[in-house]
């Protein structure tokens, strides 16, 4: 009965936490380390058995705070975690859960007291979850373990937290809302001819496994999934297409697309037609009012728009200019963000990676062939805006235009240029063959 009482008063929240009650036991005038703590006090897991009317047995787990040297025990507050957190798991689940938040609480409260000095729960930081993990992972707390378990361990970690914060909404000190927030892309695992889509939460930690091997670039997309992206962008984002255009079409980094001014463009035409298209990266000038570094030019150069491009280029040229021909901004930048600043490339950047995860999800709810094809290209590994550039050098290399590797050097910007590279730019002739390349690749890529 005492147990009994204990569960409901636990679910009334009327008992306190163990920071409060390892305070509580310490002479304050007392200087312990977390060696001399581990002989006095200790967290521990404990359940209750209780039998209903139909004689079926419910078990509770309850997480306690003991004292060695008298054998007193609390119940902390914690067990609501148990209790009401993992109420419709079952027995053995819950079991684990408690076991590894009863480590977890040995080890940032008793182990590492001397070093955190946590003497509250709304004083725990990300950091301590993170070398919880890392010490969990190397085998130092309860020996070495598979990379499941480690993930499993990270995977309750993770929910304890999440459940600390609703706990202590307002007094958390160093862990808020945006810390949890989502991640909105779901992958399908092919089951008996039907597929299921799976939902990935943010995950607070970052812990390198034993045998982690980092995930590989992706370095090669389709013309397709670029149409894709660019659609996506043309709907969501009108303001960056011209900007990816810069990096797909002309091989630019997404730091030297940021820095682009009006001021530095120049193009040159042959009748009604574009024959070059330049932009001039020799130097970075100031292009916001707050002084921000919006990303760095990292070989200064003139840069020009590949002849295979030029016709596509243009028209995604022309409607940018149009759309931004009424909105101020004193430097001219290029791209703007909402505040009608120029875009930095952090922004650029994290725009893309929600783009990719909302594109992931529109590729898995489709479920065709295609588009699953596409899927599995963007899940095989990490993407950034990086792989415009490497767009940009497939289709070169593909093309068969590419005379030496010193010109697919000037075209992609990687080295510092002579006279006789810059040569290039002016000089290459635009025949009927490349006219014709020009006219499928717009096709390709715009459906036009």
């Known amino acids: 009965m005492l ?16 920071g409060d009650l390892l305070m509580a036991n310490l002479n304050e005038k007392t200087i312990i380390g977390s060696d001399e703590l581990k002989k006095y006090f200790v967290f521990e897991k404990d359940k209750l058995v209780l039998q209903d009317k139909h004689g079926k047995q419910n078990i509770y787990y309850f997480i306690i705070f003991k004292s060695l040297s008298t054998h007193k025990m609390t119940v902390t ?24 938040v009863v480590s977890f609480l040995n080890y940032v409260f008793i182990e590492k007291y001397k070093e955190y000095k946590l003497n509250d729960i709304t004083n725990l930081k990300i950091q301590h979850g993170e070398e919880f993990l890392r010490d969990y992972a ?8 598979s990379d499941s378990t480690i993930i499993t361990t990270k995977k309750i970690l993770n929910r304890f937290y999440y459940f600390l914060y609703r706990e202590y909404k307002n007094k958390m000190k160093y862990i808020s809302e945006r810390d949890f927030q989502t991640i909105k892309f779901s992958k399908r695992r092919y089951k008996r001819n039907n597929y299921s ?12 496994l034993p045998g982690y091997i980092p995930p590989k670039r992706i370095k090669s997309i389709s013309i397709n999934l670029f149409r894709i992206i660019l659609k996506y962008y043309e709907i969501n984002h009108p303001n960056l297409v011209l900007a990816i255009c810069f990096q797909a079409f ?15 463009l120049n193009w040159s035409k042959g009748g009604n037609e574009f024959k070059n298209f330049t932009v001039d990266l020799r130097e970075k000038i100031k292009i916001r009012d707050d002084a921000v570094d919006v990303g760095s030019i990292k070989k200064p150069r003139i840069q020009a728009i590949h002849p295979l491009f030029l016709e596509t280029f243009k028209v995604v040229y022309k409607r940018h200019m149009k759309m931004i021909k009424n909105t101020p901004n004193k430097y001219n930048a290029l791209f703007l963000n909402s505040r009608g600043d120029a875009i930095t490339y952090q922004s650029y950047s994290k725009i893309f990676k929600n783009a990719i995860k909302n594109i992931m999800q529109t590729l898995n709810d489709k479920d065709d062939y295609e588009s699953m094809s596409e899927l599995n290209i963007l899940m095989s590994g990490k993407i950034g805006t990086h ?33 006789s590279t810059v040569y290039l730019a002016n000089s290459y002739y635009v025949d009927e063959n490349i006219k014709d390349m020009q006219h499928k690749m717009m096709k390709l890529i715009l459906d036009v």
């Open 138 to 145: 190397s085998g130092k707390i309860n020996g070495k373990k």
């Open 3 to 18: 147990k009994f009482a204990i569960y409901n008063n636990i679910l009334n929240k009327e008992i306190v936490c163990g």
């Open 197 to 208: 889509s799976y939902i990935e939460y943010s995950d607070l930690f970052k812990v390198v």
């Open 387 to 419: 792989v415009f550039r490497h767009f940009f050098t497939q289709q070169l290399v593909a093309s068969n235009l590419i005379r030496s590797s010193a010109e697919l050097a000037y075209w992609r910007g990687d080295s510092n240029l002579n006279s």
């Open 250 to 264: 002309g091989g630019l980094r997404a730091g030297e697309v940021c820095n682009i001014t009006q001021s530095k």
């Open 77 to 100: 507050s914690y067990s609501r975690y148990l209790l009401i957190d993992l109420i419709n798991l079952k027995p053995n689940t819950v079991n684990y859960h408690a076991k590894i």
